[in-house]
């Protein structure tokens, strides 16, 4: 019995890696991805114990609310109080009774905000001891709170419920509204979280691999991430020292993913990229241990890196590879919006020039020559495909990098929250829609759709689409199964592994990931379509709006599918008033002088800030919104969510058998830690000693963003 369950794992693993080899061509990655196609190597981590009794405290208590986050966001909420003083709301919210809806600002007779901006400021509450219980969840909204007088979040929900007017440049209304400050290049709306830090110079790796181990001796070590450090089991960073690398990289990432259940959407995005023949990151999978305790399994990828940029492209030590943060436009005006990797550079002229020159730019030919044109393109039409959001359209996670051929090249990264991380409906959105208004989206494709056309009728052609993904998601479910249900097992303490962040949300269940990586709609931090849904549901959205000739079996109405019902997120758990697309123009329009009298109406400008909001405003904000939602909320807010009912399979999903596969065995506990309480730190440093923040932003950035004429609010992370 034993010999036939070892031919099942081998014919499996051999099954696998072919399956897997006809889905990414050979050679199109590093070395250690194409060995682990299906395969699970073992990564064991070692350090000082007294080392990793400090990576599990600082995963704990992870963000530090001191005086400089306290200067921080005093400066950031002045900046904007005076950007919204720039507004004149007469003008840009012609058909809106702007004075009853916003009486905070005391709207003056020319149009233009009144309060006086120290005043307001002195009525916030910035004192670090006022938020010593408040964790990243909360603080921001209880600053934006603190002045009971003028609420922040409630004035700036209330602007963009409020339609703009037409001929109104609202481009530079929403860059206002978003907090840049045009006198200076990098002024921005948003919350620097002061992190602590946790990294290791004195850590050991071995690397375990079909019976093979490879040892490093100088590792460094350190933990990564920043939104998602508020969950339970956070992720890493792996730099490789001494020269050495591992299968052809030196700079790794271990991603926990727990922002989203189905441990698949960065594999997918990755083998997406590779599928294509796009330059970009990989993905597979791993087993860690830290001092010989199992934290689970964790999805291994590369990094944006000088090392990556000298293997991909063979320049050592390149001076123009640019990690973009709070990049709104590509323009000179936010140059620093992006940071060099390389930390030797103090000169930008080159980086400067392509910003200045993608500005000046009238035609796509002018760009030709100093940018990866069709490349921009495919990241563009994948990104429409997936929804991604937490891109370019949220101004960070994507790197530029100039190559040596002179060409200036997009590479995003972090894509936990792409395919379907977006509210109902949202698959319906056209290109136009959705795309960020930016003047390289007009170049490139609102000019001319042509070009972006063909590319994105060759990614649904060749990859985007059921009939190619449905298989892959099946076999990698299939090679994942034993190895979620081992990441899924508590311990004796009934901790789960890899979970020290014991103040963090907790993971998703293995009936969960099952389900939402099928067809039924997930609920945690944020509302996601089941994988293979949202797949489908855009697959039949495109190939209506753009004429594709599709597989019928997929486009038939009547293909079904089973949903969950028990999993499917509740209407309650999503905030219900920022689900509301109310335009309160349409309910306060503004009122004529003639059609006044002055019982009904004046035009008196207060003397005092009102202390209270008029009740009969239909967008009543709660002063207890979970802030998970300020921190990436997308852009096109339903009004809806999903009442999706099961249905019988016509084509039904294939029941793997499970096959048995060799289980790390968890090593026992040690009760005297086992109730530890531990504390993250993030590695913020962009040094070659560490990677830095790859997988979030350092911010918490509120983005506005248009659709059409109504403008909707994005709070992302």
């Known amino acids: 019995m034993k010999s036939i369950q070892i031919l099942l794992l081998l014919c499996c693993c051999v099954y696998g890696a072919l399956s897997a080899n006809n889905f990414i061509n050979k050679g199109q990655r590093a070395e250690l991805f194409e060995l682990t196609d299906n395969k699970m190597p073992t990564i064991k981590i070692n350090m000082p114990d007294e080392d990793f009794s400090n990576l599990k405290d600082k995963a704990t208590n992870f963000a530090v609310f001191d005086s400089e986050f306290s200067n921080n966001t005093s400066h950031i909420i002045e900046v904007y109080l005076k950007n919204i003083k720039e507004i004149n709301f007469h003008e840009v919210y012609s058909e809106c009774n702007v004075e009853y809806i916003l009486p905070e600002l005391q709207i003056g007779e020319d149009g233009y905000p009144q309060f006086d901006v120290e005043e307001i400021l002195a009525g916030y509450d910035f004192s670090p001891e006022r938020y010593a219980n408040e964790n990243t969840q909360t603080i921001v909204m209880a600053v934006l709170q603190s002045n009971k007088n003028f609420d922040l979040y409630s004035v700036v929900m209330r602007i963009v419920k409020m339609r703009m007017s037409d001929g109104v440049d609202q481009e530079k209304i929403l860059k206002l509204l978003n907090g840049y400050e045009h006198k200076s290049k990098q002024e ?77 959407r960065t594999k997918l995005m990755s083998d997406i990229h590779d599928h294509l023949g796009l330059k970009s990151l990989s993905a597979n999978y791993a087993q860690l241990y830290i001092n010989n305790e199992y934290m689970g399994l964790y999805i291994l990828t590369d990094a944006y890196k000088l090392t990556w940029t000298e293997k991909v492209y063979g320049e050592k030590n390149s001076l ?52 990866e044109i069709d490349h921009f393109l495919y990241e563009m039409a994948i990104e429409y495909l997936v929804i991604g959001w937490d891109h370019i359209k949220s101004s960070h996670n994507f790197y530029l990098y100039k190559q040596p051929n002179g060409k200036w090249i997009y590479l995003i990264h972090d894509f936990d929250l792409d395919i379907g991380a977006y509210p109902e409906n949202s698959f319906e959105l056209s290109f136009e829609d959705y795309a960020k208004p930016m003047h390289i989206m007009d170049l490139l494709i609102f000019n001319d759709s042509s070009r972006f056309d063909k590319i994105l009728s060759d990614v649904v052609s060749n990859v985007f689409n059921p009939s190619t993904l449905y298989p892959h998601i099946d076999e990698l479910k299939k090679f994942l199964r034993p190895y979620i249900e081992l990441d899924k097992t508590p311990d004796t303490s009934g901790n789960l592994p890899g979970t020290i962040n014991k103040k963090g949300r907790n993971t998703f269940s293995v009936e969960q990931w099952d389900a939402y990586s099928e067809f039924t709609p997930s609920e945690g931090d944020r509302y996601m379509f089941g994988l293979k849904h949202w797949i489908l549901m855009k697959y039949r959205n495109v190939c209506k709006n753009y ?29 219900q008033d920022l689900l509301s697309n109310t335009d309160l123009c349409l309910e306060f329009p503004r009122v004529s002088q003639s059609e006044t009298t002055t019982d009904e109406f004046t035009t008196e400008i207060p003397t005092e800030i009102p202390t209270e909001i008029p009740t009969d405003i239909p967008t009543e904000l709660s002063t207890e919104l979970p802030t998970d939602y300020l921190n990436e909320l997308p852009t096109e807010l339903p009004t809806e969510l999903p009442t999706e009912k099961s249905t019988t399979l016509a084509h039904p999903i294939d029941t793997e058998t499970p096959v048995e596969v060799d289980e790390p065995t968890l090593p026992a506990e040690d009760d005297s830690s086992s109730d530890e309480e531990i504390n993250v730190e993030a590695d913020m440093s962009d040094d070659e000693d560490s990677i830095s923040d790859d997988e979030d932003t350092d911010t918490t950035t509120i983005t506005i963003t248009k659709t059409k004429r109504v403008a909707h609010a994005t709070v992302s992370n």
């Open 188 to 264: 921005v709306m948003f919350f620097l979280y002061p992190f602590s830090e946790f990294k290791t110079k004195n850590a050991t790796m071995t690397f375990e691999l079909d019976g093979k181990e490879q040892s490093f001796d100088k590792v460094t070590f350190s933990l990564s991430g920043q939104y998602s450090r508020e969950f339970s089991k956070p992720g890493y960073n792996v730099k490789i020292k001494g020269g050495k690398e591992l299968y052809g990289r030196s700079s790794l990432k271990l991603r926990s993913d727990n922002i989203e259940p189905t441990y698949l």
């Open 320 to 371: 123009n590879l640019y990690k973009c943060k709070n990049m709104y436009d590509l323009s000179p005006i936010y140059v620093g919006g992006c940071e060099n990797e390389n930390e030797d550079v103090t000169d930008d002229s080159e980086w400067i020039e392509f910003l200045t020159s993608v500005e000046n730019a009238k035609s796509a030919e002018d760009l030709e020559d100093i940018f």
């Open 547 to 575: 004429n594709l000739k599709c597989d019928p079996v997929y486009i038939d109405e009547e293909y079904q599918y089973s949903v969950v019902e028990s999993l499917v997120p509740s209407k309650e758990s999503v905030p």
